[in-house]
Structure formats: structure tokens, C-alpha cells
């Protein structure tokens, strides 16, 4: 043949592909070497045998004829190395699926298929890196509108081609990802499946493995699993995934206290580079502890000037609003973090062989840091020089290069000023103010504590002060080394050596300092000179609920700490939690941030301990501290799996990690401050500032260690427990100046024997070499997974409150109520996919009780009337429906939760018969019925009712029926009930009956026993308006006697006059419409119209007949996205089901 020929194991031996029913060696699939067409002939092809083939079907390169088999030449390589690679990915993803085919056909079939799909994907995706809207993206667009039917809200946000495992059977197919679904497309052998799976419904979303396949994405939703797989780029596929579930997820569940990017207000506008964006802010800002509201403008792979090792350091710049900030690529390597607040100049310097696109960048404290290899370095210069600018006009800086002052390490270093300062406090070489502008405003605001309260309040029992000064000298030292080498301020390298120095404990003279360096709060500090004076005005006498709260708790911070003792330190902790509420009404004050505040004023200025607080709650524990603490839980649910992930043996000896899950979710929120003694806890909050949560995550992990002989021998979890507190309570601090370590906590051990202590400088040295490999990526990926878990966590908790509220209420089964209570939520959900929001009908809000959580308006609830109600009148649905709600909507507030809406189902489906009498009595009386009420579209066009109806009809047999002497007996009857009724419903009016007859007339169509339904109404309807005009007549008197009874008409026109509902052009001359002067005085009751009822057993039968809802349960799951899509499309829509996931 003129070329090599890869001969694969199994893959072109025709006598045992005779021989051999399993047809998974001869797979193979197509790649990148198939898109190239005007390729030479490669040298090596990876080849697909189909034996007895007589048709040639082109998959990608071309065919090779040997007797009656065709040979497929899938892919093909210059290299044999090149070809290696294509043969890998088929065996990580086809070979193994080929065993669930028994036919050869479908296996061809199935291999064309997924072979095409990929060459179209990869070709699409590299027109998408061309245009912006890349033709193959709108045809795909067009078929997703035209298979799935959503409105044009519903914006598709990629696609790709996949397999989706139905069993042991791939589908292959198309996979839609839009802003609020995930939609699956297949026709494959002729069948055709539709998945569409909403992001709020997902449960879980993973990267799995099963028999077939290494590695596939699994989605998990209430009742089902669905597995994808055969990506040609699963890793991008599952972040777009990821980054979809969490972006909707958190908008439409967790609106509470998520905001999202700016570039995602809109979900409309929402595409996937905006997604791959936001990935890589969320990350940006994890990883340097950023404030939220960072945007990331560039990341460019350079290499950054490190003087303490004498080369350069490979890794990568981010560039974003307000700060320059660098990343190794080795994993702790070096880290520097620069605002543009503490940046000079930045400058491009000529570029050599040596030193290739080079730039440096000067900052205030003297030092220079010079970055290379930095591609398109004009277009990164020209916009950070931009950036620069901004923010030097915004917070303008000017150096007083007169005066020099001792800086934490005993240094000298200039001392630069902002404009805005009118009173000073040097911290280091830094000067930070609160600014007042006048004498009366400063008489004002109470005094600020000038320092930290450990200056001032020794704890009692304090060690030896030489051997606690002589420790303290030698970490000051090693310190002040470090500077030296490193940097003292808050652009220094951050390295290893560091992390270090902080395990073992950082000086308590540095400590409150170097905590704001590492966390930045020292930049928040700088750029906001009068701030938290002016939040201590702003708040000062207010009292709220929160500041209750916080009065509560001040008394129960540090209790046993002299600085909470008097007044000073209460006072301090009262201005800084109470001005944090002021600043962030959403957050406000949840319990445990008195601890933390505390902790913080002890080792730093009141000010200071403000914008710390603000660090920690904003940027460092996002969402820990709001009324669900989410962001807790979610951490809580990380620490869990990685539990099970490094910890194996524990896990399995404790199945059910809640026990130690309930204890960690304080070691979370209190950051152990509250768990071990306080001057080892103090330790533990060193390592958070440096490194963030991932510091409570290892130093977690080494406490289970420590103790997982112990716990693996407990009995139960009230031993696990005791033998945790118990270790948490006897962590010393050798270097601690406070006295040693005691037992304070509850669980305490009655046994004489000392328990033995364990240090706490071994406890983080040992959580950093044995647990510290995990990265902020890993970490980030994990939260992003648990958050959906915990967030539906919720939802499940909100249904089960609010179905365990009603069941004892209603007759409904629970399997039925849940139904409906899935089908209550997705109407809320529907209407915040497609609509733009109604002041009427707020998003989800899970700040409020359980039961209003969910609430639905009026055309809402139109739509699940008409799903689920058993009284569907055709057109005049709707017009009952608007009824229904008003007389729901007991507080007027245009919206409906979950509760009421069951309550009414109940009584149409369970309910007696008086009851449902009742129901429709009240639809037809105010409020239900309004002036304005819409009724045009009812089928009867404006009847007119005959007031002479007989009272006698013929029967089949010839029989008559007289109701004289039962109107007579009803009329009694009701008289002597009438005291009995808990609460007498208003009479209604001629134009409400004439409404009630409507409805019921539209009621009794189309049903079984409709002409009899037909004939029973109008006898009743003839018996009510006689009834009327007795009470019109003796009205005067107030009163319905038998002698009223008496004067009834006793008339008896044409039997052919037999209906109630006289057409206005064909009234017969003995009928007549009520006079308009008498329409006031015409009434009737409902016991009037329930004792008329009873009277015809048809009528009875309809009313009491058993109703199933599970028919329309089933039908209203399929019907809902159609009815939903077919209204805001003003044109009927085909049916979309959705998958019962």
C-alpha cells in the first residue's frame, strides 16, 4: 500500500474478528488528525474493520478494500508516537463501550455517529475562538429552539457531543447547556430522547467512573442518575458544568446574600467566556484573599526577580482593579501581593537577550520588583499605568520624607500621608487617621481605644516574664531577619520560610500587625481614613434587633479575659460589632462574631480590629456569617469528604460522619477560639491570616488523626466526643505567657490520672507536613461541589417543614402533596427563568419562615389551577382561577404560598359535599367576585334567567314530581339551621347567582352524565330563583314564613320551556329578566342553594364523586414547561416532557 500500517491488538485480524462475537477491539474513533484535509497521506492510521460490508461509508480519511471488508480509516498520525496518543483516548473512552452492543450494524452505526460528532464539535470550537458568533453556534442554536421548544429567554450557552449512558446502552448524542437547563438530544437506531434537567433540580454533579468508562460526569437529581461521557474535552465541559449549577443555583436559591459578577446580573447575557471568566476570578480571589468585588483583567505567564534565592522565579501575573499580584508555579514557592495603592511608578526597561520584555515596579517602602518574559507587554503596561492613575486619584498619597520612624522590626522607612488626614497613628511605615472635621464632631463620638487591649490587660497567671521575654526576643529576631531578607510590608515574598515563622507562633508584639498584613485589611485601612468613626457616629443609640443581639452577647465574649472584664474592652467590642452591623445590613451580627472580635481587639487597635473583621467576613470566610450560615456548612461538608478521602479508616469505623461533622462546624465558625485554650487558639488564627480556611481544614484533619485510635474504639458518638473535647482542652502553648492550659470544657473526665497535653506548635507542624499538600483550586472545586449539596440540603429541609405544617391539615396523601409542592416550586422557578421580576411576586427569599419561602401571584397560580384542579370549566378556567386566588389572597399581597393553595385543592378533591358547595358559594360573592370581574369569555354571552320557571316537570314516565310541598319543608328547615351556622355567610346578589351558574353550567361539560347534570341544574336553578323572589317579596316583613312559601307562582308553562338559560334574541313572551329596581332586594343563601342541591341525586353523584389526582399530577408534570412556553409564545407549542429525574 505504499504506507505503514498500525496493527492493533485486535483491530484488523479478520480470522478472529470470525471468531469473536465481541466487537470492542475494533472500535476506534476519530481526532484531530481527521480535520486536517489537505494533509499529506500519514504514514500510520488507526483502521475500523466491518466484514461483509458492501457499502462504503466515509467516516474521515478514506477507505482500504480487502475482499468482501471495508476498513475505516478513523484516525491518522505522522508519528507513531502521535498515533500512541489517538489509540489512548479511544481506549479511555469507546473500547470498553463496544461489549453492550450485540449487533454489528449498531455498533457501525454508533462508532459513524460519535466520530461525526466529534469532527463537527472540534470544528465549531475553533470558529468560536474566531468569530464571536461562529455559524456552526446558530446552527446549533436553531436546533436546540426547535427540539426543546423554550422561550427566547432561555439562552443556550454551549454545546458539545457526548454519550449518555440509558443502563449498560450509550445514547449518542447532543449535550445543550443553557442558563437555566441541561438538555439532552438523541435520535439514535431510530429512537428519539429528550432529557431536560433543570440546574436547580441537580443534587449532585461529579466526575465518576463506571464498568465501561474511566471517566464520565454524573448527574444526580431527586429520583434519578444520568451519566455523560466521550467528551472531547471533559475537563472544560464539567467547569462550564460547574460553574452554570453554581452561578443559577446560588442566583435563584441563595439570593440571601450572593451577588454575582456584574457580567451575570443579566442571565440572558450570560456565555461561556463570561463563565470561564468568572472560574478565574473566583479563583484569583481565593487564592490572594481579594475582596469580592476584584475583577480580574489579565493573567500572563512571566517570571518574577527573587533576590533571596538570586534568579528568576517562573509563574504567572494577575492583573486586576486595584492589584498586581504574582504566583509561583511551584505551589508555595513565592507569592507577592501588590496594590496600586502602595505602587510608584511602573516602568518598561530595554529588552536583552538575558532579560527579555522586562518591566519594573517600584513601591513605596523602597523596594523594586522586576518581572520578564511578559508577552504583549505594551498592551499590559499601558492598562495597569490606566489602573494606576484611578486609584492614586481616588486615594492621592504624598511622602514626608523629613520624618522617620521605627517601623515592627526597629527599622527606618519613610512615611508617606494621604491628603485626607487631619489626625494621626503611625502603624509601621504606614500612617492611618480617622479624620474629623470639626471640634463638635470629635465631642461627639465616644473615644476609640488607642491600642491593642493586651497592652493593657495582662492576663492573669502570666508566666515567668524572662523566660517569656526571652521567647518573644528570639521569634522577634527571626522576625526581624526576615524582613530584612524578604519585605516588611504587605508586598513582601511570601514563601515557605514564612509559613514557617508563622507555624511556630507569631510574637504577640507583631501579631496584630502581621495579621493585617497578611490579610490586607491594612489596604481596606489606608484607603478608608474617618470610615469606622464615622460608622461609630452613624450607629451610636440605635437600638434594633441587632443590637440586642449584640448587647446579649458582649458578657459572654472571653469572659475569663481581664479585658472583658470592665467596661474598656465591652465598650470597644460594642462599637466595632455594632458598626460592622451598620456597615453590612445583610450579614448584620450572627453569633460567634463576638468571639472572633474579641480575639482581635486583644492584638490589635480598635481600628484595626474593625477592618480585620471586615477581612474575615467578606473575603476570607465568604457567606459564613448570614442567617443560614451556608458558607459554614458548606466547609463543614468539605471537611467530610476529605475525611474519607485522607483519613480512610476512620471513616469507615464511623459510617455516619454527622457526630464529628456537628462538632467541626465550630472549629469552623469560632476558628477553635472557643474549642481549645485561648492562648493556643491564637496560634491556629496566626496560620488563618496566612493561608487561609485551608488552615482549619489540615489543622482539623491532624485533630481526627491524633485521635483516631481513640476514636475508632469508641462505642458511640457521645465517646468520640469526650475524647475530642478532652484533647482540644489540653493543647498548650509552651510560648504562651498565659497560664497552662486547663479543662474548661463540658465534657471532662472524672479520672485523677492527668491527661496528657499535646503542643500546639507540634499539632500545626504536623498539620501542614501531613495534610498541607491541599491547593486552593482543590479546595475551591470542593466548596463548588458541597455548596449545591448543601443548598439543596435546604430545600429539602423548607419542604419537609412546610409538608409536615400541612399534612395534618388535608386529606391529600403525602406522595401527592410533595407532587404538588415540586409542582408550586418549579411555577416560582419558571417565572424567574423567563420573566423579568414583579415588585408582586419577590424571588425566593430564605431569610423568611419556611412556609413562605415559595409563594406564587395570580397568573402562577392560573397556571397550576389549570394543571391540577378537578373544576375545569374550558374557558372559563381561567376566570374561576382568578376567583379562586382573590378569595385566597386573605391579606391582599398579590401572592399565595404553599399552604393555602393545598388547602383549596383538598376541598375540591376530599372534601364533603357541603363543603365544596360552600368553596364554590364563596368564589361567587366578594372578594372573590369584583365589580370589575372578567367574565366575556364565559360560553354563555350574557343569559338572561326566566323567573318563571314550573315547579312541576314530566318525568320518562309520565310521571310529575311536585317541589311545592319541598320548598315548603326546605324553607322550614332552614330557618331553624340558620342559628347553628359558626359564621353567616352574605347573602348573593342576582348578578352573583347569575355568575354561579355560570360556572356551573361550564363544570358539567363534557362529562359522562352531562344532559342529566343539565337537566338537574336548571330544576335547582328554577327552585333558587323562586326562592329569590319569596325573599324580595317579604322583605319587608324580614322574614321567609310558609305563608311567603304559599304565593309562589303556581303557573305551568310549556314543558318546552326547559332550559335555565334563556338566549336574549329567542325569550319566550311568559319569560322575563329581573327588573333592574328589584336586583338589590333579589338574595339567596347558601343554605338556600346547598338544600336545593341535595335535592336532585345527579347532581349529588357529581359532587361526591371520588376524584384522582395522581392522573393530574402525572399530567401536569409533562404539561407544565408546555404551558408555560405556549403562553409566553402566544402560539400553541408542541408538548416538552420532562424527564421524571
Given at each position: 500500500m505504499g504506507e505503514s500500517c498500525v496493527e492493533l491488538e485486535e483491530s484488523v485480524s479478520e480470522n478472529q474478528h470470525r471468531t469473536d462475537s465481541c466487537f470492542s477491539g475494533r472500535l476506534v474513533g476519530a481526532l484531530d488528525a481527521v480535520l486536517d484535509s489537505n494533509a499529506r497521506v500519514a504514514p500510520f492510521r488507526i483502521l475500523l474493520q466491518v466484514p461483509g460490508s458492501q457499502v462504503y461509508s466515509p467516516i474521515a480519511c478514506g477507505e482500504l478494500l480487502n475482499g468482501s471488508d471495508v476498513y475505516w480509516a478513523i484516525a491518522t498520525g505522522a508519528t507513531l508516537e502521535e498515533i500512541n496518543q489517538h489509540w489512548d483516548w479511544l481506549e479511555q473512552n469507546l473500547l470498553h463501550t463496544l461489549s453492550v452492543f450485540d449487533n454489528k450494524d449498531d455498533m457501525a452505526s454508533f462508532v459513524k455517529g460519535k466520530v461525526k460528532a466529534l469532527i463537527a464539535e472540534e470544528t465549531s470550537s475553533r470558529l468560536a475562538e474566531q468569530e464571536e458568533e461562529p455559524e456552526k453556534f446558530r446552527e446549533a442554536l436553531v436546533k436546540f429552539e426547535a427540539r426543546f421548544n423554550f422561550p427566547e429567554a432561555e439562552k443556550l450557552v454551549t454545546y458539545y457531543s457526548c454519550c449518555c449512558w440509558k443502563g449498560r446502552v450509550p445514547r449518542q448524542g447532543w449535550l445543550y447547556l443553557s442558563i437555566n437547563h441541561l438538555c439532552f438530544y438523541s435520535f439514535f437506531l431510530g429512537k428519539e430522547l429528550k432529557l431536560v434537567i433543570p440546574w436547580v433540580d441537580i443534587q449532585k454533579l461529579e466526575r465518576t467512573s463506571n464498568v465501561f468508562l474511566t471517566d464520565t460526569i454524573r448527574?444526580?437529581?431527586?429520583?434519578?442518575?444520568?451519566?455523560?461521557?466521550?467528551?472531547?474535552?471533559?475537563?472544560?465541559?464539567?467547569?462550564?458544568?460547574?460553574q452554570l449549577a453554581d452561578v443559577t443555583l446560588r442566583r435563584l436559591l441563595d439570593n440571601e446574600v450572593?451577588?454575582?459578577?456584574?457580567?451575570?446580573?443579566?442571565?440572558?447575557?450570560?456565555?461561556?467566556?463570561?463563565?470561564?471568566?468568572?472560574?478565574?476570578?473566583?479563583?484569583?480571589?481565593?487564592?490572594?484573599?481579594?475582596?469580592?468585588?476584584?475583577?480580574?483583567?489579565?493573567?500572563?505567564?512571566?517570571?518574577?526577580?527573587?533576590?533571596?534565592?538570586?534568579?528568576?522565579?517562573?509563574?504567572?501575573?494577575f492583573t486586576s482593579d486595584s492589584y498586581i499580584c504574582f504566583a509561583s508555579r511551584e505551589e508555595g514557592c513565592c507569592n507577592v501581593v501588590l496594590p496600586l495603592r502602595e505602587v510608584v511608578s511602573i516602568e518598561k526597561m530595554e529588552d536583552t537577550s538575558l532579560l527579555p520584555s522586562p518591566i519594573i515596579v517600584s513601591i513605596r517602602s523602597k523596594m523594586a520588583f522586576q518581572f520578564i518574559e511578559l508577552?504583549?507587554?505594551?498592551?499590559?503596561?499601558?492598562?495597569?499605568?490606566?489602573?494606576?492613575?484611578?486609584?492614586?486619584?481616588?486615594?492621592?498619597?504624598h511622602y514626608d520624607t523629613s520624618t522617620n520612624d521605627k517601623d515592627m522590626a526597629g527599622h527606618t522607612s519613610p512615611v508617606f500621608y494621604s491628603t485626607s488626614i487631619c489626625s494621626d497613628h503611625t502603624f509601621g511605615v504606614l500612617e492611618m487617621v480617622s479624620c474629623h472635621s470639626s471640634k463638635e464632631r470629635e465631642d461627639t463620638i465616644p473615644p476609640?481605644?488607642?491600642?491593642?487591649?493586651?497592652?493593657?490587660?495582662?492576663?492573669?497567671?502570666?508566666?515567668?516574664?524572662?523566660s517569656r521575654l526571652s521567647r518573644e526576643q528570639i521569634k522577634i529576631s527571626l522576625w526581624s531577619d526576615h524582613f530584612v531578607e524578604y519585605g516588611r510590608t504587605v508586598c513582601m515574598f511570601r514563601t515557605e520560610k514564612i509559613r514557617k515563622l508563622?507555624?511556630?507562633?507569631?510574637?504577640?508584639?507583631?501579631?496584630?500587625?502581621?495579621?493585617?498584613?497578611?490579610?490586607?485589611?491594612?489596604?481596606?485601612?489606608?484607603?478608608?481614613?474617618?470610615?469606622?468613626?464615622?460608622l461609630v457616629e452613624e450607629s451610636l443609640g440605635r437600638c434594633c434587633l441587632v443590637t440586642e443581639e449584640i448587647e446579649r452577647d458582649l458578657h459572654r465574649s472571653l469572659p475569663e479575659h481581664p479585658a472583658f472584664q470592665n467596661e474598656t474592652g465591652i465598650a470597644a467590642l460594642r462599637r466595632v460589632l455594632t458598626a460592622y452591623a451598620h456597615r453590612n445590613p445583610k450579614i448584620g451580627y450572627c453569633q460567634s462574631m463576638n468571639i472572633l472580635t474579641s480575639v482581635l481587639l486583644l492584638y490589635a487597635k480598635e481600628e484595626e480590629a474593625f477592618w480585620l473583621l471586615v477581612a474575615v467576613c467578606e473575603r476570607m470566610l465568604p457567606d459564613y456569617f448570614n442567617h443560614r450560615v451556608i458558607g459554614a456548612q458548606v466547609d463543614q461538608s468539605v471537611f467530610e469528604e476529605l475525611i474519607r478521602e485522607r483519613l480512610p479508616e476512620l471513616a469507615e469505623h464511623m459510617n455516619d460522619l454527622s457526630a464529628l461533622a456537628s462538632v467541626s462546624l465550630s472549629w469552623f465558625l469560632t476558628l477553635f477560639l472557643n474549642i481549645m485554650p485561648l492562648e493556643s487558639a491564637v496560634n491556629v488564627v496566626d496560620c488563618f491570616f496566612y493561608d487561609g480556611i485551608k488552615a482549619i481544614f489540615q489543622l482539623g484533619l491532624a485533630v481526627l488523626e491524633a485521635n483516631a485510635e481513640g476514636l475508632c474504639g469508641s462505642k458511640d458518638d457521645g465517646q468520640a466526643l469526650m475524647i475530642l473535647s478532652r484533647f482540644l482542652d489540653h493543647v498548650k502553648n509552651e510560648d504562651s505567657a498565659g497560664?497552662?492550659?486547663?479543662?474548661?470544657?463540658?465534657?471532662?473526665?472524672?479520672?485523677?490520672?492527668?491527661?496528657p497535653a499535646t503542643d500546639i506548635a507540634d499539632l500545626i507542624r504536623d498539620s501542614y507536613e501531613k495534610f498541607g499538600d491541599q491547593s486552593v483550586e482543590q479546595i475551591e472545586?470542593?466548596?463548588?461541589?458541597?455548596?449545591?449539596?448543601?443548598?439543596?440540603?435546604?430545600?429539602?429541609?423548607?419542604?419537609?417543614?412546610?409538608?409536615?405544617?400541612?399534612?395534618?391539615?388535608?386529606?391529600?396523601?403525602?406522595?401527592?402533596?410533595?407532587?404538588?409542592?415540586?409542582?408550586?416550586?418549579?411555577?416560582?422557578?419558571?417565572?424567574?427563568?423567563?420573566?423579568?421580576?414583579?415588585?408582586?411576586a419577590p424571588r425566593h427569599d430564605p431569610s423568611r419562615p419556611y412556609a413562605e419561602q415559595y409563594r406564587i401571584d395570580a397568573r402562577q397560580f392560573a397556571h397550576l389551577f389549570q394543571l391540577v384542579s378537578p373544576w375545569t370549566c374550558g374557558a372559563h378556567t381561567e376566570i374561576l382561577a382568578e376567583r379562586t386566588f382573590r378569595l385566597l389572597d386573605e391579606n391582599a399581597d398579590q401572592l399565595l404560598e404553599f399552604k393555602a393553595f393545598v388547602g383549596c385543592l383538598d376541598i375540591m378533591y376530599n372534601g364533603e359535599m357541603n363543603e365544596k358547595i360552600k368553596l364554590l358559594y364563596r368564589l361567587h360573592i366578594p372578594p372573590a367576585l369584583t365589580e370589575n370581574d372578567r367574565d366575556s369569555q364565559s360560553p354563555l354571552k350574557n343569559p338572561l334567567l326566566s323567573t318563571s320557571r314550573p315547579l312541576v316537570f314530566g318525568k320518562s314516565n309520565g310521571d310529575t314530581v311536585d317541589y311545592q310541598k319541598q320548598l315548603k319543608q326546605m324553607i322550614k328547615d332552614l330557618a331553624k339551621e340558620k342559628d347553628k351556622t359558626e359564621k353567616e355567610l352574605p347573602k348573593m346578589s342576582q348578578r352573583e347567582f347569575i355568575q354561579l351558574c355560570k360556572t356551573l353550567y361550564s363544570m358539567f361539560h363534557e362529562d359522562p352524565e352531562e344532559n342529566d347534570l343539565y337537566q338537574a341544574i336548571a330544576t335547582v336553578t328554577t327552585l333558587l330563583l323562586q326562592i329569590g323572589e319569596v325573599g324580595q317579596r317579604s322583605s319587608s316583613s324580614g322574614s321567609c314564613s310558609q305563608e311567603c312559601a304559599e304565593e309562589l307562582p303556581r303557573s305551568a308553562p310549556s314543558l318546552e320551556q326547559d332550559s335555565v338559560f334563556v338566549d336574549p334574541?329567542?325569550?319566550?313572551?311568559?319569560?322575563?329578566?329581573?327588573?333592574?329596581?328589584?336586583?338589590?332586594?333579589?338574595?339567596?343563601?347558601?343554605?338556600?342553594?346547598?338544600?336545593?342541591?341535595?335535592?336532585?341525586?345527579?347532581?349529588?353523584?357529581?359532587?361526591?364523586?371520588?376524584?384522582d389526582i395522581k392522573s393530574k399530577l402525572e399530567n401536569a408534570k409533562i404539561n407544565q414547561y408546555s404551558l408555560k412556553t405556549s403562553e409566553m409564545s402566544h402560539q400553541p407549542q408542541p408538548e416538552l416532557k420532562l424527564s421524571n429525574l
Amino acid at each position: 500500500m505504499g504506507e505503514s500500517c498500525v496493527e492493533l491488538e485486535e483491530s484488523v485480524s479478520e480470522n478472529q474478528h470470525r471468531t469473536d462475537s465481541c466487537f470492542s477491539g475494533r472500535l476506534v474513533g476519530a481526532l484531530d488528525a481527521v480535520l486536517d484535509s489537505n494533509a499529506r497521506v500519514a504514514p500510520f492510521r488507526i483502521l475500523l474493520q466491518v466484514p461483509g460490508s458492501q457499502v462504503y461509508s466515509p467516516i474521515a480519511c478514506g477507505e482500504l478494500l480487502n475482499g468482501s471488508d471495508v476498513y475505516w480509516a478513523i484516525a491518522t498520525g505522522a508519528t507513531l508516537e502521535e498515533i500512541n496518543q489517538h489509540w489512548d483516548w479511544l481506549e479511555q473512552n469507546l473500547l470498553h463501550t463496544l461489549s453492550v452492543f450485540d449487533n454489528k450494524d449498531d455498533m457501525a452505526s454508533f462508532v459513524k455517529g460519535k466520530v461525526k460528532a466529534l469532527i463537527a464539535e472540534e470544528t465549531s470550537s475553533r470558529l468560536a475562538e474566531q468569530e464571536e458568533e461562529p455559524e456552526k453556534f446558530r446552527e446549533a442554536l436553531v436546533k436546540f429552539e426547535a427540539r426543546f421548544n423554550f422561550p427566547e429567554a432561555e439562552k443556550l450557552v454551549t454545546y458539545y457531543s457526548c454519550c449518555c449512558w440509558k443502563g449498560r446502552v450509550p445514547r449518542q448524542g447532543w449535550l445543550y447547556l443553557s442558563i437555566n437547563h441541561l438538555c439532552f438530544y438523541s435520535f439514535f437506531l431510530g429512537k428519539e430522547l429528550k432529557l431536560v434537567i433543570p440546574w436547580v433540580d441537580i443534587q449532585k454533579l461529579e466526575r465518576t467512573s463506571n464498568v465501561f468508562l474511566t471517566d464520565t460526569i454524573r448527574i444526580t437529581t431527586q429520583n434519578k442518575e444520568r451519566d455523560f461521557s466521550m467528551f472531547l474535552n471533559l475537563d472544560e465541559v464539567f467547569k462550564i458544568m460547574e460553574q452554570l449549577a453554581d452561578v443559577t443555583l446560588r442566583r435563584l436559591l441563595d439570593n440571601e446574600v450572593f451577588d454575582l459578577d456584574p457580567d451575570l446580573q443579566e442571565p440572558s447575557q450570560i456565555t461561556k467566556r463570561d463563565l470561564e471568566a468568572r472560574a478565574q476570578n473566583e479563583f484569583f480571589r481565593a487564592y490572594f484573599r481579594l475582596p469580592r468585588k476584584e475583577k480580574l483583567h489579565a493573567v500572563v505567564d512571566c517570571s518574577l526577580w527573587t533576590p533571596f534565592s538570586r534568579c528568576h522565579t517562573a509563574g504567572r501575573m494577575f492583573t486586576s482593579d486595584s492589584y498586581i499580584c504574582f504566583a509561583s508555579r511551584e505551589e508555595g514557592c513565592c507569592n507577592v501581593v501588590l496594590p496600586l495603592r502602595e505602587v510608584v511608578s511602573i516602568e518598561k526597561m530595554e529588552d536583552t537577550s538575558l532579560l527579555p520584555s522586562p518591566i519594573i515596579v517600584s513601591i513605596r517602602s523602597k523596594m523594586a520588583f522586576q518581572f520578564i518574559e511578559l508577552k504583549d507587554r505594551e498592551t499590559l503596561v499601558e492598562g495597569l499605568l490606566e489602573r494606576l492613575k484611578q486609584v492614586h486619584a481616588n486615594h492621592p498619597v504624598h511622602y514626608d520624607t523629613s520624618t522617620n520612624d521605627k517601623d515592627m522590626a526597629g527599622h527606618t522607612s519613610p512615611v508617606f500621608y494621604s491628603t485626607s488626614i487631619c489626625s494621626d497613628h503611625t502603624f509601621g511605615v504606614l500612617e492611618m487617621v480617622s479624620c474629623h472635621s470639626s471640634k463638635e464632631r470629635e465631642d461627639t463620638i465616644p473615644p476609640l481605644h488607642p491600642g491593642p487591649l493586651t497592652a493593657v490587660f495582662l492576663p492573669s497567671g502570666s508566666q515567668n516574664p524572662d523566660s517569656r521575654l526571652s521567647r518573644e526576643q528570639i521569634k522577634i529576631s527571626l522576625w526581624s531577619d526576615h524582613f530584612v531578607e524578604y519585605g516588611r510590608t504587605v508586598c513582601m515574598f511570601r514563601t515557605e520560610k514564612i509559613r514557617k515563622l508563622v507555624a511556630m507562633g507569631i510574637p504577640e508584639s507583631l501579631r496584630g500587625r502581621l495579621w493585617l498584613l497578611f490579610s490586607d485589611a491594612v489596604t481596606d485601612l489606608a484607603s478608608h481614613p474617618g470610615y469606622y468613626g464615622n460608622l461609630v457616629e452613624e450607629s451610636l443609640g440605635r437600638c434594633c434587633l441587632v443590637t440586642e443581639e449584640i448587647e446579649r452577647d458582649l458578657h459572654r465574649s472571653l469572659p475569663e479575659h481581664p479585658a472583658f472584664q470592665n467596661e474598656t474592652g465591652i465598650a470597644a467590642l460594642r462599637r466595632v460589632l455594632t458598626a460592622y452591623a451598620h456597615r453590612n445590613p445583610k450579614i448584620g451580627y450572627c453569633q460567634s462574631m463576638n468571639i472572633l472580635t474579641s480575639v482581635l481587639l486583644l492584638y490589635a487597635k480598635e481600628e484595626e480590629a474593625f477592618w480585620l473583621l471586615v477581612a474575615v467576613c467578606e473575603r476570607m470566610l465568604p457567606d459564613y456569617f448570614n442567617h443560614r450560615v451556608i458558607g459554614a456548612q458548606v466547609d463543614q461538608s468539605v471537611f467530610e469528604e476529605l475525611i474519607r478521602e485522607r483519613l480512610p479508616e476512620l471513616a469507615e469505623h464511623m459510617n455516619d460522619l454527622s457526630a464529628l461533622a456537628s462538632v467541626s462546624l465550630s472549629w469552623f465558625l469560632t476558628l477553635f477560639l472557643n474549642i481549645m485554650p485561648l492562648e493556643s487558639a491564637v496560634n491556629v488564627v496566626d496560620c488563618f491570616f496566612y493561608d487561609g480556611i485551608k488552615a482549619i481544614f489540615q489543622l482539623g484533619l491532624a485533630v481526627l488523626e491524633a485521635n483516631a485510635e481513640g476514636l475508632c474504639g469508641s462505642k458511640d458518638d457521645g465517646q468520640a466526643l469526650m475524647i475530642l473535647s478532652r484533647f482540644l482542652d489540653h493543647v498548650k502553648n509552651e510560648d504562651s505567657a498565659g497560664p497552662p492550659a486547663g479543662s474548661h470544657h463540658a465534657f471532662s473526665s472524672d479520672d485523677q490520672e492527668p491527661y496528657p497535653a499535646t503542643d500546639i506548635a507540634d499539632l500545626i507542624r504536623d498539620s501542614y507536613e501531613k495534610f498541607g499538600d491541599q491547593s486552593v483550586e482543590q479546595i475551591e472545586h470542593l466548596r463548588c461541589k458541597h455548596r449545591i449539596r448543601v443548598l439543596q440540603g435546604h430545600e429539602d429541609t423548607t419542604k419537609q417543614n412546610v409538608l409536615r405544617v400541612v399534612i395534618p391539615e388535608v386529606s391529600l396523601l403525602p406522595e401527592d402533596l410533595e407532587e404538588l409542592y415540586d409542582l408550586f416550586k418549579r411555577e416560582h422557578l419558571m417565572s424567574c427563568y423567563w420573566e423579568p421580576p414583579r415588585p408582586a411576586a419577590p424571588r425566593h427569599d430564605p431569610s423568611r419562615p419556611y412556609a413562605e419561602q415559595y409563594r406564587i401571584d395570580a397568573r402562577q397560580f392560573a397556571h397550576l389551577f389549570q394543571l391540577v384542579s378537578p373544576w375545569t370549566c374550558g374557558a372559563h378556567t381561567e376566570i374561576l382561577a382568578e376567583r379562586t386566588f382573590r378569595l385566597l389572597d386573605e391579606n391582599a399581597d398579590q401572592l399565595l404560598e404553599f399552604k393555602a393553595f393545598v388547602g383549596c385543592l383538598d376541598i375540591m378533591y376530599n372534601g364533603e359535599m357541603n363543603e365544596k358547595i360552600k368553596l364554590l358559594y364563596r368564589l361567587h360573592i366578594p372578594p372573590a367576585l369584583t365589580e370589575n370581574d372578567r367574565d366575556s369569555q364565559s360560553p354563555l354571552k350574557n343569559p338572561l334567567l326566566s323567573t318563571s320557571r314550573p315547579l312541576v316537570f314530566g318525568k320518562s314516565n309520565g310521571d310529575t314530581v311536585d317541589y311545592q310541598k319541598q320548598l315548603k319543608q326546605m324553607i322550614k328547615d332552614l330557618a331553624k339551621e340558620k342559628d347553628k351556622t359558626e359564621k353567616e355567610l352574605p347573602k348573593m346578589s342576582q348578578r352573583e347567582f347569575i355568575q354561579l351558574c355560570k360556572t356551573l353550567y361550564s363544570m358539567f361539560h363534557e362529562d359522562p352524565e352531562e344532559n342529566d347534570l343539565y337537566q338537574a341544574i336548571a330544576t335547582v336553578t328554577t327552585l333558587l330563583l323562586q326562592i329569590g323572589e319569596v325573599g324580595q317579596r317579604s322583605s319587608s316583613s324580614g322574614s321567609c314564613s310558609q305563608e311567603c312559601a304559599e304565593e309562589l307562582p303556581r303557573s305551568a308553562p310549556s314543558l318546552e320551556q326547559d332550559s335555565v338559560f334563556v338566549d336574549p334574541g329567542k325569550t319566550p313572551q311568559d319569560s322575563r329578566a329581573f327588573p333592574e329596581s328589584a336586583e338589590g332586594d333579589w338574595t339567596v343563601s347558601l343554605e338556600h342553594i346547598l338544600a336545593s342541591l341535595l335535592t336532585e341525586q345527579s347532581l349529588v353523584n357529581f359532587f361526591e364523586k371520588p376524584l384522582d389526582i395522581k392522573s393530574k399530577l402525572e399530567n401536569a408534570k409533562i404539561n407544565q414547561y408546555s404551558l408555560k412556553t405556549s403562553e409566553m409564545s402566544h402560539q400553541p407549542q408542541p408538548e416538552l416532557k420532562l424527564s421524571n429525574l
